[in-house]
């Protein structure tokens, strides 16, 4: 079974720590993508990469980067966390525009 | 950003009930997909409509793609508990990313 495997379910970080979110996907994606999600905003977009060490920025980049030096791996990165930054966080991956295969989800609270 | 809106925000009904969730859009897709989130959960695919005016059928789910792919539906026929969860629409367009709706939230009680 294909999947797509975030490494947290669930993070506490206070403010001002950096933190590290990761997503492995094991069905050979060129495509992965980082969204959160929050009540009555639906799915945004913060980063996605088409190709290892490639990366293009979503709709809400600002205060997160990502990473992506293998083609199974790619993570996301809170510079200094902030309080607005409390959120379910879900990796995805895809092959070109097929559709998406989401990870479980990382809930993270910053305090 | 191709917007994609969704209505109804919230459905709450019986088991046994029908219902229609819709999904709609002023720009063109060349594929529109449904996922099935339940809590604490990433969203699952459900189905892919391709071409407009397309019907599938999922069980006691119809999906159906507007002729001119800007808008699409989904009927739940005899809803079950089981259905409860968040129910998203989302759009391929031209760039690698999909658009996605904002969810319909739909519960089912017994």
């Known amino acids: 079974d294909v999947k797509v495997t975030q490494s947290s379910r669930y993070l506490v970080k206070r403010t001002g720590e950096k933190v590290f979110l990761e997503c492995v996907q094991d069905?050979?994606?060129?495509?992965m993508f980082w969204y959160r999600q929050d009540p009555g905003l639906g799915l945004r977009l913060i980063y996605f990469s088409y190709d290892v060490k490639m990366k293009e920025k979503g709709d809400i980049p600002e205060g997160y980067s990502v990473s992506r030096e293998k083609k199974e791996r790619f993570s996301l990165i809170l510079e200094s966390a902030s309080t607005n930054q409390t959120s379910m966080y879900l990796c995805a991956s895809s092959l070109r525009q097929a559709s998406y295969t989401f990870g479980s989800g990382t809930r993270l609270t910053v305090v | 950003t191709q917007l994609l809106e969704q209505s109804p925000q919230f459905l709450s009904i019986q088991e046994g009930e029908n219902l229609t969730v819709y999904c709609n859009s002023s720009s063109v897709f060349s594929s529109l997909q449904w996922y099935r989130q339940e809590p604490g959960e990433g969203p699952v695919l459900l189905v892919t409509v391709v071409t407009g005016g397309e019907v599938k059928k999922l069980k006691r789910l119809t999906f159906q793609f507007g002729d001119a792919r800007k808008d699409s539906s989904l009927h739940i026929t005899a809803a079950q508990p089981g259905d409860t969860g968040l129910y998203l629409c989302?759009?391929?367009?031209?760039?690698?990313?999909?658009?996605f709706g904002k969810g319909t939230s739909l519960l089912v009680t017994p």
């Open positions: 069905m050979d994606h060129e495509n």
């Open positions: 989302a759009g391929v367009g031209s760039g690698y990313a999909l658009n």
